[in-house]
């Protein structure tokens, strides 16, 4: 099971910090990641963490977030600076081995200007 904290109301040009704690399933051994939803939209990676620790970003969110996971506590963490209107959406956190995905529940994050 993924668990994601850490949503809510923040101001503009704040930042957002989202945790993810996994269970279940040995951490170690996934491709980790962050997704978001906005209204109306279709669902969009922001960030992922592979087993090697290596990110990726979005176009939309390098230079302004950072992922990390910590495998022995079998979290993953989201930074993201510089919110705008435009970064409102459900975020969920991911973890992929091969073809099986798990999903959190999501977190909804609003950001008021």
């Known amino acids: 099971q993924l668990q994601a904290s850490g949503g809510g109301l923040v101001q503009a040009g704040g930042t957002l910090i989202l945790s993810c704690r996994v269970s279940g399933i040995s951490l170690s051994q996934y491709n980790m990641g962050w997704y978001r939803q906005a209204p109306g939209k279709q669902r969009e990676m922001v960030a992922t963490?592979?087993?090697?620790?290596?990110?990726k970003y979005s176009n939309f969110a390098r230079g302004r977030a950072a992922i990390t996971r910590d495998n022995p506590a079998n979290t993953m963490v989201l930074r993201m600076t510089g919110l705008s209107s435009e970064d409102t959406g459900v975020y969920y956190c991911?973890?992929?081995?091969?073809?099986?995905?798990?999903w959190g529940q999501g977190t909804l994050v609003t950001v008021s200007s």
């Open positions: 991911n973890a992929q081995l091969q073809r099986t995905n798990y």
């Open positions: 963490i592979n087993r090697g620790y290596d990110p």
